[in-house]
Protein backbone atom coordinates (compact mmCIF):
# COMPACT_ATOMS: atom_id res chain seq x y z
CA UNK A 1 0.00 0.00 0.00
CA UNK A 2 1.47 3.29 -1.45
CA UNK A 3 1.44 5.92 1.66
CA UNK A 4 0.18 9.36 0.16
CA UNK A 5 2.57 11.32 2.05
CA UNK A 6 5.34 10.08 -0.19
CA UNK A 7 3.41 11.22 -3.78
CA UNK A 8 3.99 14.76 -5.12
CA UNK A 9 2.17 16.34 -6.83
CA UNK A 10 3.93 16.96 -10.07
CA UNK A 11 3.85 20.56 -11.43
CA UNK A 12 1.49 21.09 -14.44
CA UNK A 13 3.88 21.83 -17.84
CA UNK A 14 3.60 25.63 -18.78
CA UNK A 15 4.64 26.64 -22.40
CA UNK A 16 7.73 28.61 -23.06
CA UNK A 17 5.86 31.77 -23.74
CA UNK A 18 4.38 31.91 -20.31
CA UNK A 19 7.59 29.90 -18.78
CA UNK A 20 9.96 32.88 -19.41
CA UNK A 21 7.00 35.91 -19.85
CA UNK A 22 9.43 38.73 -18.22
CA UNK A 23 8.47 39.73 -14.07
CA UNK A 24 10.34 42.99 -14.21
CA UNK A 25 11.91 45.97 -16.16
CA UNK A 26 15.15 44.16 -16.25
CA UNK A 27 13.75 41.14 -17.81
CA UNK A 28 12.67 42.71 -20.22
CA UNK A 29 14.16 42.61 -24.32
CA UNK A 30 14.59 45.57 -26.56
CA UNK A 31 12.81 48.33 -24.80
CA UNK A 32 15.76 49.92 -23.06
CA UNK A 33 13.95 53.66 -24.39
CA UNK A 34 10.82 53.14 -22.40
CA UNK A 35 12.56 51.62 -19.74
CA UNK A 36 14.79 54.73 -19.23
CA UNK A 37 11.99 56.74 -19.42
CA UNK A 38 10.03 55.23 -16.52
CA UNK A 39 12.66 54.97 -14.63
CA UNK A 40 13.61 58.71 -14.98
CA UNK A 41 9.72 59.58 -14.45
CA UNK A 42 9.74 57.12 -11.31
CA UNK A 43 13.06 59.21 -9.67
CA UNK A 44 11.31 62.29 -10.31
CA UNK A 45 8.01 61.54 -9.24
CA UNK A 46 6.56 62.51 -12.15
CA UNK A 47 4.30 59.73 -13.13
CA UNK A 48 1.51 59.99 -15.63
CA UNK A 49 -1.76 59.04 -14.97
CA UNK A 50 -2.67 57.12 -18.20
CA UNK A 51 -0.24 55.19 -20.75
CA UNK A 52 -0.95 53.98 -24.48
CA UNK A 53 1.73 50.86 -25.34
CA UNK A 54 1.62 49.67 -28.91
CA UNK A 55 3.47 47.20 -31.12
CA UNK A 56 2.52 44.00 -33.61
CA UNK A 57 1.52 40.92 -31.33
CA UNK A 58 4.19 38.78 -29.27
CA UNK A 59 6.20 42.54 -28.23
CA UNK A 60 5.14 42.68 -24.78
CA UNK A 61 2.94 44.82 -24.66
CA UNK A 62 0.65 43.13 -21.91
CA UNK A 63 3.69 41.74 -19.65
CA UNK A 64 4.83 45.52 -19.95
CA UNK A 65 1.66 46.58 -18.55
CA UNK A 66 1.32 44.36 -16.02
CA UNK A 67 4.70 45.32 -15.14
CA UNK A 68 4.31 48.73 -14.98
CA UNK A 69 0.92 47.95 -12.60
CA UNK A 70 3.19 45.86 -10.06
CA UNK A 71 6.30 49.18 -10.44
CA UNK A 72 3.13 51.13 -9.13
CA UNK A 73 1.87 49.03 -6.28
CA UNK A 74 5.45 48.02 -5.20
CA UNK A 75 5.79 47.72 -1.27
CA UNK A 76 8.02 45.58 0.51
CA UNK A 77 6.82 43.94 3.92
CA UNK A 78 8.55 46.12 6.71
CA UNK A 79 10.37 47.84 4.33
CA UNK A 80 9.98 50.26 1.38
CA UNK A 81 6.38 51.65 0.24
CA UNK A 82 6.78 53.60 -2.92
CA UNK A 83 6.80 52.60 -6.65
CA UNK A 84 9.90 51.69 -8.39
CA UNK A 85 11.47 50.52 -11.71
CA UNK A 86 14.22 48.26 -9.85
CA UNK A 87 11.92 45.92 -7.93
CA UNK A 88 15.24 44.10 -6.02
CA UNK A 89 12.66 41.32 -4.37
CA UNK A 90 9.39 40.34 -5.04
CA UNK A 91 6.66 42.95 -3.23
CA UNK A 92 3.37 42.05 -1.62
CA UNK A 93 1.43 42.36 -4.44
CA UNK A 94 4.08 41.56 -6.56
CA UNK A 95 2.81 37.61 -7.59
CA UNK A 96 -0.85 38.33 -7.42
CA UNK A 97 -0.47 41.03 -9.91
CA UNK A 98 1.84 38.97 -12.33
CA UNK A 99 -1.29 36.12 -12.12
CA UNK A 100 -4.00 38.39 -12.92
CA UNK A 101 -5.85 37.85 -9.42
CA UNK A 102 -5.03 41.16 -7.53
CA UNK A 103 -8.63 43.12 -6.80
CA UNK A 104 -6.44 46.41 -7.65
CA UNK A 105 -5.34 46.07 -10.87
CA UNK A 106 -8.22 45.51 -13.14
CA UNK A 107 -7.54 43.69 -16.57
CA UNK A 108 -9.88 44.07 -19.57
CA UNK A 109 -9.96 43.02 -22.55
CA UNK A 110 -12.08 45.57 -25.04
CA UNK A 111 -12.23 42.83 -27.91
CA UNK A 112 -15.07 41.03 -25.81
CA UNK A 113 -16.19 44.16 -24.06
CA UNK A 114 -16.78 47.17 -26.26
CA UNK A 115 -19.85 48.59 -25.41
CA UNK A 116 -20.11 51.99 -23.72
CA UNK A 117 -21.94 50.01 -20.50
CA UNK A 118 -18.53 48.22 -19.64
CA UNK A 119 -17.25 51.46 -19.75
CA UNK A 120 -20.15 52.84 -17.58
CA UNK A 121 -19.28 49.51 -15.12
CA UNK A 122 -15.62 50.88 -15.12
CA UNK A 123 -15.89 54.69 -14.31
CA UNK A 124 -18.28 54.20 -11.84
CA UNK A 125 -15.72 51.36 -9.65
CA UNK A 126 -13.00 54.09 -10.52
CA UNK A 127 -14.60 56.88 -7.75
CA UNK A 128 -14.01 53.91 -5.00
CA UNK A 129 -10.32 53.39 -3.33
CA UNK A 130 -8.09 50.76 -3.82
CA UNK A 131 -8.68 47.82 -1.14
CA UNK A 132 -5.14 46.70 -1.06
CA UNK A 133 -2.55 48.51 -3.13
CA UNK A 134 -1.48 52.32 -3.65
CA UNK A 135 -2.96 52.91 -6.84
CA UNK A 136 -6.24 51.32 -8.67
CA UNK A 137 -4.68 50.01 -12.10
CA UNK A 138 -6.46 49.34 -15.30
CA UNK A 139 -5.35 47.66 -17.39
CA UNK A 140 -7.73 47.87 -20.91
CA UNK A 141 -5.74 45.23 -23.74
CA UNK A 142 -6.79 45.87 -27.25
CA UNK A 143 -8.26 49.26 -26.71
CA UNK A 144 -8.94 50.05 -30.31
CA UNK A 145 -11.82 47.54 -30.39
CA UNK A 146 -13.50 50.05 -28.09
CA UNK A 147 -16.91 51.73 -30.01
CA UNK A 148 -17.21 55.75 -30.50
CA UNK A 149 -19.61 56.12 -27.60
CA UNK A 150 -17.11 53.90 -25.24
CA UNK A 151 -14.38 56.21 -26.34
CA UNK A 152 -16.28 59.50 -25.74
CA UNK A 153 -17.83 58.32 -22.40
CA UNK A 154 -14.41 57.61 -21.15
CA UNK A 155 -12.85 60.82 -22.43
CA UNK A 156 -13.49 62.84 -19.32
CA UNK A 157 -12.16 60.40 -16.35
CA UNK A 158 -9.29 59.92 -18.60
CA UNK A 159 -8.19 63.26 -18.28
CA UNK A 160 -8.98 63.97 -14.61
CA UNK A 161 -9.06 60.71 -13.02
CA UNK A 162 -8.78 60.26 -9.09
CA UNK A 163 -4.89 60.46 -7.85
CA UNK A 164 -5.43 57.00 -6.91
CA UNK A 165 -6.77 55.48 -10.31
CA UNK A 166 -3.98 55.13 -13.36
CA UNK A 167 -4.51 53.56 -16.62
CA UNK A 168 -2.62 51.57 -19.08
CA UNK A 169 -3.73 50.88 -22.73
CA UNK A 170 -2.56 48.36 -24.81
CA UNK A 171 -3.30 47.77 -28.68
CA UNK A 172 -1.50 46.47 -32.07
CA UNK A 173 -4.04 49.22 -34.15
CA UNK A 174 -3.06 52.84 -32.93
CA UNK A 175 -4.09 54.66 -35.99
CA UNK A 176 -7.58 53.07 -35.03
CA UNK A 177 -8.01 54.96 -31.34
CA UNK A 178 -8.87 58.64 -31.47
CA UNK A 179 -6.77 61.21 -31.29
CA UNK A 180 -8.57 62.52 -28.43
CA UNK A 181 -7.64 59.46 -26.48
CA UNK A 182 -3.76 59.40 -27.31
CA UNK A 183 -3.43 63.28 -26.27
CA UNK A 184 -4.44 62.08 -22.90
CA UNK A 185 -1.66 59.50 -22.77
CA UNK A 186 2.27 58.77 -23.27
CA UNK A 187 2.49 56.79 -25.77
CA UNK A 188 5.26 53.99 -26.20
CA UNK A 189 5.83 52.00 -29.11
CA UNK A 190 7.47 48.95 -28.39
CA UNK A 191 9.03 47.72 -31.66
CA UNK A 192 9.84 44.17 -33.17
CA UNK A 193 13.16 42.50 -32.08
CA UNK A 194 15.79 42.20 -34.59
CA UNK A 195 16.21 38.83 -35.76
CA UNK A 196 19.81 38.05 -34.58
CA UNK A 197 19.14 39.27 -31.37
CA UNK A 198 16.14 37.15 -30.97
CA UNK A 199 18.03 34.22 -32.02
CA UNK A 200 20.33 34.94 -29.53
CA UNK A 201 17.74 35.50 -26.58
CA UNK A 202 16.46 31.50 -28.04
CA UNK A 203 19.52 30.26 -27.82
CA UNK A 204 19.52 31.46 -23.85
CA UNK A 205 16.20 29.48 -23.47
CA UNK A 206 17.27 26.28 -25.18
CA UNK A 207 20.16 26.30 -22.27
CA UNK A 208 17.25 26.63 -19.66
CA UNK A 209 15.56 23.95 -20.87
CA UNK A 210 18.61 21.54 -21.51
CA UNK A 211 18.26 21.00 -24.93
CA UNK A 212 19.83 21.96 -28.27
CA UNK A 213 19.15 23.43 -31.40
CA UNK A 214 21.64 24.39 -34.45
CA UNK A 215 22.34 28.05 -34.70
CA UNK A 216 20.93 28.22 -38.02
CA UNK A 217 17.28 26.42 -36.52
CA UNK A 218 17.07 29.29 -34.25
CA UNK A 219 17.87 32.21 -37.29
CA UNK A 220 14.77 30.19 -39.12
CA UNK A 221 12.60 30.63 -35.86
CA UNK A 222 13.69 34.01 -35.61
CA UNK A 223 12.58 34.63 -39.32
CA UNK A 224 9.15 33.37 -38.85
CA UNK A 225 8.67 34.91 -35.62
CA UNK A 226 8.65 37.80 -37.70
CA UNK A 227 9.88 39.71 -34.76
CA UNK A 228 7.55 38.87 -32.16
CA UNK A 229 9.06 36.81 -28.86
CA UNK A 230 5.89 34.88 -27.88
CA UNK A 231 5.67 33.43 -31.86
CA UNK A 232 9.36 32.50 -31.75
CA UNK A 233 8.77 31.24 -28.45
CA UNK A 234 6.13 29.00 -29.11
CA UNK A 235 7.51 27.84 -32.75
CA UNK A 236 10.80 26.76 -30.26
CA UNK A 237 8.51 24.87 -27.79
CA UNK A 238 7.43 23.24 -30.93
CA UNK A 239 10.63 22.33 -32.10
CA UNK A 240 12.05 20.88 -29.07
CA UNK A 241 9.03 18.52 -28.10
CA UNK A 242 8.97 17.39 -31.72
CA UNK A 243 12.58 16.24 -31.55
CA UNK A 244 12.40 13.12 -29.37
CA UNK A 245 15.95 12.41 -29.48
CA UNK A 246 16.44 15.76 -27.56
CA UNK A 247 16.70 14.47 -24.16
CA UNK A 248 19.75 11.77 -25.43
CA UNK A 249 21.96 14.77 -26.28
CA UNK A 250 21.20 15.28 -30.14
CA UNK A 251 20.55 19.08 -31.56
CA UNK A 252 17.22 19.66 -32.81
CA UNK A 253 18.72 20.21 -36.75
CA UNK A 254 18.30 23.00 -39.16
CA UNK A 255 16.42 20.43 -41.39
CA UNK A 256 14.05 19.40 -38.78
CA UNK A 257 13.09 22.89 -38.45
CA UNK A 258 12.66 23.77 -41.58
CA UNK A 259 10.39 20.84 -42.71
CA UNK A 260 8.72 22.42 -39.15
CA UNK A 261 7.90 25.53 -40.60
CA UNK A 262 7.74 24.09 -44.17
CA UNK A 263 10.75 26.89 -45.40
CA UNK A 264 12.14 26.03 -48.68
CA UNK A 265 16.21 25.02 -48.36
CA UNK A 266 18.20 28.11 -47.84
CA UNK A 267 20.97 26.42 -49.79
CA UNK A 268 17.93 25.57 -52.70
CA UNK A 269 16.64 28.67 -52.65
CA UNK A 270 19.84 30.68 -53.58
CA UNK A 271 20.60 28.35 -56.19
CA UNK A 272 16.77 28.85 -57.75
CA UNK A 273 17.55 32.61 -57.66
CA UNK A 274 20.82 32.46 -58.96
CA UNK A 275 19.08 30.15 -62.01
CA UNK A 276 16.32 32.44 -62.30
CA UNK A 277 18.54 36.14 -62.82
CA UNK A 278 20.88 33.90 -65.23
CA UNK A 279 17.74 32.83 -67.25
CA UNK A 280 17.69 29.00 -66.74
CA UNK A 281 13.80 28.38 -66.42
CA UNK A 282 14.57 24.56 -66.59
CA UNK A 283 16.54 24.53 -63.49
CA UNK A 284 14.48 27.14 -61.80
CA UNK A 285 11.97 25.47 -62.20
CA UNK A 286 12.98 21.74 -61.20
CA UNK A 287 14.24 23.13 -58.12
CA UNK A 288 11.22 24.84 -56.97
CA UNK A 289 9.13 21.48 -57.82
CA UNK A 290 11.40 19.63 -55.52
CA UNK A 291 10.73 22.14 -52.65
CA UNK A 292 6.98 22.52 -53.18
CA UNK A 293 6.66 18.19 -53.05
CA UNK A 294 8.79 18.85 -49.80
CA UNK A 295 5.97 20.43 -48.21
CA UNK A 296 7.36 23.99 -48.82
CA UNK A 297 4.48 26.55 -48.79
CA UNK A 298 4.82 28.43 -52.63
CA UNK A 299 4.31 32.05 -50.90
CA UNK A 300 6.77 31.05 -48.39
CA UNK A 301 8.80 30.00 -51.55
CA UNK A 302 8.66 33.65 -53.30
CA UNK A 303 8.87 35.77 -49.67
CA UNK A 304 12.40 33.58 -49.18
CA UNK A 305 13.61 34.76 -52.32
CA UNK A 306 12.93 38.24 -51.95
CA UNK A 307 14.46 38.18 -48.73
CA UNK A 308 17.39 36.92 -50.89
CA UNK A 309 16.92 39.84 -53.82
CA UNK A 310 16.87 42.38 -50.83
CA UNK A 311 19.81 40.75 -49.28
CA UNK A 312 21.97 40.97 -52.66
CA UNK A 313 20.51 44.50 -53.13
CA UNK A 314 21.69 45.90 -50.08
CA UNK A 315 25.36 44.46 -50.61
CA UNK A 316 25.46 45.69 -53.90
CA UNK A 317 24.95 49.41 -52.88
CA UNK A 318 26.30 49.61 -49.33
CA UNK A 319 29.27 46.61 -49.81
CA UNK A 320 29.75 43.70 -47.71
CA UNK A 321 29.45 45.13 -44.53
CA UNK A 322 25.69 44.88 -45.37
CA UNK A 323 25.70 41.27 -44.87
CA UNK A 324 26.71 41.18 -41.36
CA UNK A 325 23.58 43.34 -40.35
CA UNK A 326 20.98 40.67 -38.90
CA UNK A 327 19.20 38.38 -41.14
CA UNK A 328 22.20 36.94 -42.89
CA UNK A 329 23.48 33.70 -41.35
CA UNK A 330 26.98 32.69 -41.94
CA UNK A 331 26.51 30.94 -45.08
CA UNK A 332 24.32 33.86 -46.66
CA UNK A 333 26.51 36.47 -45.93
CA UNK A 334 29.60 34.63 -48.23
CA UNK A 335 26.61 33.55 -50.68
CA UNK A 336 25.59 37.55 -51.18
CA UNK A 337 28.92 38.43 -51.31
CA UNK A 338 29.45 36.12 -54.33
CA UNK A 339 26.11 36.85 -55.75
CA UNK A 340 26.36 40.61 -55.55
CA UNK A 341 29.22 40.59 -58.18
CA UNK A 342 27.79 39.27 -60.81
CA UNK A 343 24.62 40.89 -61.12
CA UNK A 344 23.60 44.51 -61.93
CA UNK A 345 21.71 46.93 -59.87
CA UNK A 346 19.15 47.44 -62.00
CA UNK A 347 18.90 43.05 -63.07
CA UNK A 348 18.33 43.00 -58.97
CA UNK A 349 15.79 45.99 -58.51
CA UNK A 350 13.60 44.47 -61.40
CA UNK A 351 13.86 41.21 -60.26
CA UNK A 352 11.92 42.53 -56.55
CA UNK A 353 9.15 43.75 -58.45
CA UNK A 354 8.36 41.19 -60.21
CA UNK A 355 8.58 38.62 -56.97
CA UNK A 356 6.47 41.22 -55.52
CA UNK A 357 3.44 41.03 -57.98
CA UNK A 358 4.53 37.12 -58.20
CA UNK A 359 3.53 37.00 -54.39
CA UNK A 360 0.72 39.33 -54.02
CA UNK A 361 -0.98 37.18 -57.46
CA UNK A 362 0.45 34.11 -55.69
CA UNK A 363 -1.14 34.64 -52.13
CA UNK A 364 -4.57 34.88 -54.03
CA UNK A 365 -4.59 32.53 -56.67
CA UNK A 366 -6.74 29.26 -56.30
CA UNK A 367 -3.75 27.41 -57.46
CA UNK A 368 -1.09 28.39 -55.58
CA UNK A 369 1.83 26.75 -56.78
CA UNK A 370 0.84 27.61 -60.32
CA UNK A 371 1.24 31.07 -59.83
CA UNK A 372 4.72 30.83 -58.34
CA UNK A 373 5.56 28.99 -61.37
CA UNK A 374 4.32 31.20 -63.27
CA UNK A 375 6.17 34.01 -61.12
CA UNK A 376 9.39 32.28 -61.71
CA UNK A 377 9.01 31.64 -65.19
CA UNK A 378 8.43 35.64 -65.70
CA UNK A 379 10.99 36.68 -64.14
CA UNK A 380 13.75 34.05 -65.71
CA UNK A 381 12.72 35.49 -69.25
CA UNK A 382 12.61 38.95 -67.98
CA UNK A 383 16.76 38.28 -66.65
CA UNK A 384 17.29 38.65 -70.42
CA UNK A 385 15.36 41.75 -71.18
CA UNK A 386 18.31 44.79 -71.80
CA UNK A 387 17.72 47.31 -69.61
CA UNK A 388 16.91 50.90 -71.16
CA UNK A 389 20.70 52.16 -71.40
CA UNK A 390 21.13 49.21 -72.84
CA UNK A 391 18.11 49.50 -75.40
CA UNK A 392 18.79 53.07 -76.17
CA UNK A 393 22.93 52.42 -77.51
CA UNK A 394 21.96 48.76 -78.95
CA UNK A 395 19.21 51.25 -81.26
CA UNK A 396 22.55 54.15 -81.74
CA UNK A 397 25.47 51.59 -82.99
CA UNK A 398 28.75 51.90 -82.37
CA UNK A 399 29.85 55.90 -81.16
CA UNK A 400 26.13 55.72 -78.85
CA UNK A 401 28.12 56.20 -75.83
CA UNK A 402 30.07 59.20 -76.84
CA UNK A 403 27.14 60.95 -77.69
CA UNK A 404 25.34 60.15 -74.49
CA UNK A 405 27.38 63.29 -73.06
CA UNK A 406 26.36 65.80 -75.51
CA UNK A 407 24.31 68.88 -75.00
CA UNK A 408 20.59 69.15 -76.05
CA UNK A 409 20.42 70.00 -79.79
CA UNK A 410 19.75 74.17 -80.56
CA UNK A 411 18.43 75.59 -83.86
CA UNK A 412 20.31 78.58 -84.35
CA UNK A 413 20.81 79.12 -80.58
CA UNK A 414 24.20 78.99 -79.26
CA UNK A 415 24.35 80.65 -75.84
CA UNK A 416 20.49 80.19 -73.99
CA UNK A 417 19.00 78.42 -71.50
CA UNK A 418 16.54 75.45 -73.42
CA UNK A 419 14.14 73.57 -71.28
CA UNK A 420 13.50 69.77 -73.25
CA UNK A 421 10.21 67.91 -72.86
CA UNK A 422 10.88 64.44 -74.37
CA UNK A 423 7.31 62.23 -74.41
CA UNK A 424 8.09 58.73 -73.03
CA UNK A 425 11.86 60.14 -71.42
CA UNK A 426 13.12 62.04 -68.74
CA UNK A 427 13.77 65.83 -68.85
CA UNK A 428 16.80 67.14 -69.35
CA UNK A 429 18.71 63.64 -70.77
CA UNK A 430 20.02 64.45 -73.97
CA UNK A 431 19.26 64.92 -77.09
CA UNK A 432 20.87 63.41 -79.90
CA UNK A 433 20.71 59.78 -78.27
CA UNK A 434 16.58 60.39 -77.79
CA UNK A 435 16.25 61.78 -81.61
CA UNK A 436 18.91 59.32 -82.89
CA UNK A 437 16.48 55.99 -81.05
CA UNK A 438 13.61 57.30 -82.48
CA UNK A 439 14.34 58.02 -85.91
CA UNK A 440 13.24 55.00 -87.95
CA UNK A 441 10.14 55.62 -85.73
CA UNK A 442 9.70 59.03 -86.85
CA UNK A 443 10.64 57.73 -90.64
CA UNK A 444 7.75 55.35 -91.04
CA UNK A 445 5.08 57.92 -89.37
CA UNK A 446 5.74 60.39 -91.71
CA UNK A 447 2.37 60.11 -93.19
CA UNK A 448 0.90 61.72 -90.11
CA UNK A 449 3.07 64.80 -91.80
CA UNK A 450 3.35 67.65 -89.13
CA UNK A 451 5.26 70.28 -91.01
CA UNK A 452 3.99 73.52 -89.96
CA UNK A 453 2.24 74.84 -86.39
CA UNK A 454 -1.21 74.66 -88.41
CA UNK A 455 -0.66 71.27 -88.75
CA UNK A 456 -0.70 70.35 -85.49
CA UNK A 457 -3.30 72.43 -84.52
CA UNK A 458 -5.57 70.68 -87.03
CA UNK A 459 -4.32 67.14 -85.18
CA UNK A 460 -5.13 68.83 -82.03
CA UNK A 461 -9.04 69.64 -83.16
CA UNK A 462 -9.18 66.12 -84.20
CA UNK A 463 -8.73 64.48 -81.03
CA UNK A 464 -11.01 67.28 -79.73
CA UNK A 465 -8.50 68.76 -76.86
CA UNK A 466 -9.76 72.24 -76.98
CA UNK A 467 -7.75 73.42 -73.49
CA UNK A 468 -4.13 72.28 -75.13
CA UNK A 469 -5.71 73.88 -78.81
CA UNK A 470 -6.26 77.25 -76.92
CA UNK A 471 -3.00 77.28 -75.34
CA UNK A 472 -1.36 76.32 -78.37
CA UNK A 473 -2.87 79.53 -80.46
CA UNK A 474 -2.33 81.94 -77.85
CA UNK A 475 1.07 81.27 -76.47
CA UNK A 476 3.28 79.08 -78.77
CA UNK A 477 5.94 81.53 -81.14
CA UNK A 478 7.17 79.13 -83.25
CA UNK A 479 11.05 78.77 -83.86
CA UNK A 480 11.19 75.72 -86.09
CA UNK A 481 9.45 72.35 -86.60
CA UNK A 482 10.81 69.19 -88.48
CA UNK A 483 9.72 65.46 -87.71
CA UNK A 484 9.96 64.38 -84.27
CA UNK A 485 11.23 68.13 -82.76
CA UNK A 486 9.21 71.29 -82.33
CA UNK A 487 11.31 74.19 -80.77
CA UNK A 488 9.53 77.79 -79.93
CA UNK A 489 9.49 80.80 -77.40
CA UNK A 490 6.40 80.64 -75.24
CA UNK A 491 4.54 84.18 -75.05
CA UNK A 492 3.54 85.89 -71.95
CA UNK A 493 1.15 84.03 -69.52
CA UNK A 494 1.91 80.04 -71.14
CA UNK A 495 1.64 77.46 -68.68
CA UNK A 496 4.93 75.72 -67.05
CA UNK A 497 3.58 72.52 -68.11
CA UNK A 498 2.53 73.07 -71.86
CA UNK A 499 5.84 71.64 -74.03
CA UNK A 500 5.46 68.70 -71.81
CA UNK A 501 1.67 68.26 -72.46
CA UNK A 502 2.22 68.89 -75.66
CA UNK A 503 5.20 66.28 -76.30
CA UNK A 504 2.82 63.41 -74.50
CA UNK A 505 -0.25 64.01 -76.85
CA UNK A 506 1.76 63.94 -79.98
CA UNK A 507 3.56 60.84 -79.00
CA UNK A 508 0.04 59.20 -77.69
CA UNK A 509 -1.38 60.64 -81.37
CA UNK A 510 1.01 60.02 -84.05
CA UNK A 511 2.99 56.58 -82.26
CA UNK A 512 5.61 58.27 -82.32
CA UNK A 513 8.58 60.51 -79.90
CA UNK A 514 8.51 64.11 -79.94
CA UNK A 515 10.91 66.39 -78.22
CA UNK A 516 9.34 69.69 -77.72
CA UNK A 517 11.90 72.46 -76.62
CA UNK A 518 11.78 75.99 -75.27
CA UNK A 519 13.95 78.86 -76.76
CA UNK A 520 13.90 82.14 -74.92
CA UNK A 521 17.10 83.46 -76.55
CA UNK A 522 14.79 83.75 -80.14
CA UNK A 523 11.85 85.76 -80.70
CA UNK A 524 10.08 83.30 -82.87
CA UNK A 525 6.72 83.66 -85.14
CA UNK A 526 3.76 85.49 -84.52
CA UNK A 527 0.84 83.23 -82.36
CA UNK A 528 -1.84 81.69 -84.45
CA UNK A 529 -4.16 84.23 -81.98
CA UNK A 530 -1.95 87.24 -82.92
CA UNK A 531 -2.00 86.71 -86.93
CA UNK A 532 -6.10 86.10 -86.56
CA UNK A 533 -6.42 89.26 -84.83
CA UNK A 534 -4.46 91.33 -86.98
CA UNK A 535 -6.46 89.91 -89.95
CA UNK A 536 -10.03 90.31 -88.26
CA UNK A 537 -9.32 93.81 -87.95
CA UNK A 538 -7.83 94.81 -90.72
CA UNK A 539 -10.82 93.46 -93.01
CA UNK A 540 -13.01 95.99 -93.96
CA UNK A 541 -16.44 94.71 -92.11
CA UNK A 542 -14.76 94.98 -88.84
CA UNK A 543 -13.20 98.44 -89.71
CA UNK A 544 -16.36 99.45 -90.57
CA UNK A 545 -18.22 98.04 -87.36
CA UNK A 546 -15.54 99.53 -85.16
CA UNK A 547 -16.34 103.29 -86.77
CA UNK A 548 -20.14 102.88 -86.13
CA UNK A 549 -19.80 101.31 -82.55
CA UNK A 550 -16.53 102.88 -81.19
CA UNK A 551 -17.12 101.63 -77.97
CA UNK A 552 -16.93 98.19 -78.58
CA UNK A 553 -13.49 96.68 -76.88
CA UNK A 554 -12.23 94.71 -80.34
CA UNK A 555 -9.62 92.54 -78.18
CA UNK A 556 -12.05 91.37 -75.41
CA UNK A 557 -15.23 90.79 -77.78
CA UNK A 558 -12.95 88.77 -80.67
CA UNK A 559 -12.07 86.46 -77.28
CA UNK A 560 -14.79 86.01 -76.15
CA UNK A 561 -16.33 84.80 -80.24
CA UNK A 562 -13.38 83.04 -81.05
CA UNK A 563 -14.01 80.77 -77.54
CA UNK A 564 -17.06 80.46 -78.58
CA UNK A 565 -16.56 79.57 -82.31
CA UNK A 566 -13.33 79.45 -83.21
CA UNK A 567 -13.68 78.81 -86.68
CA UNK A 568 -16.15 81.34 -87.68
CA UNK A 569 -13.51 83.97 -88.50
CA UNK A 570 -12.01 81.96 -90.52
CA UNK A 571 -14.64 81.00 -92.26
CA UNK A 572 -15.76 84.45 -93.03
CA UNK A 573 -12.77 85.99 -94.23
CA UNK A 574 -12.03 83.02 -96.36
CA UNK A 575 -14.99 84.24 -98.24
CA UNK A 576 -14.72 86.35 -101.44
CA UNK A 577 -16.75 89.34 -100.26
CA UNK A 578 -20.05 89.85 -102.04
Known amino acids: MTDSSTTTDKQPYQVLARKYRPRSFDDLLGHEAMVRTLRNAFAADRIAHAWILTGVRGVGKTTTARILARALNYQIAGGANTPAIDMTEEGVHCRAIA??????????????????????????????APVQARYKVYIIDEVHMLSNSAFNALLKTLEEPPPHVKFIFATTEIRKVPVTVLSRCQRFDLRRFDQSILADYLGGIVEKENARVEKEGLLMIARAAEGSVRDALSLLDQAIIQHHSSANGDAVAAAEVQEMLGLADRTVSWNMLDACLKGDAPTALGLYRGQYNCGADPSVVLRDLLELVHLLTRVKVAGDDAASHGVAGTADAARAKEMSEAYALNGLTRAWSLLMKGLQETQSAPDAAASAEIALIRLCYAADLPTL??????????????????????SGNTGGAKTVARAGGAAGSSGPVAKSASEPRLQAANEVRLETLADIVALISENRDVKLREEIEKFVRLVSIEPGMIEFNPAPGAPQDLSGRLAGRLKAWTGQR?????????DGAETIRS????????????????????????????????????????????????
Not at 99 to 128: C, K, N, Q
Not at 548 to 573: G, H, S, Y
Open 514 to 522: WIVSINSQI
Open 531 to 578: KRDEKIRSHPMIKAALEIFPEIDPDKDMRVREMTDVATADDVLNKDDE
Open 99 to 128: ESRHPDVIEMDAASRTGVGDIRELIESVRY
Open 389 to 410: DEAIRSLNGPGAASAAGSAPRS
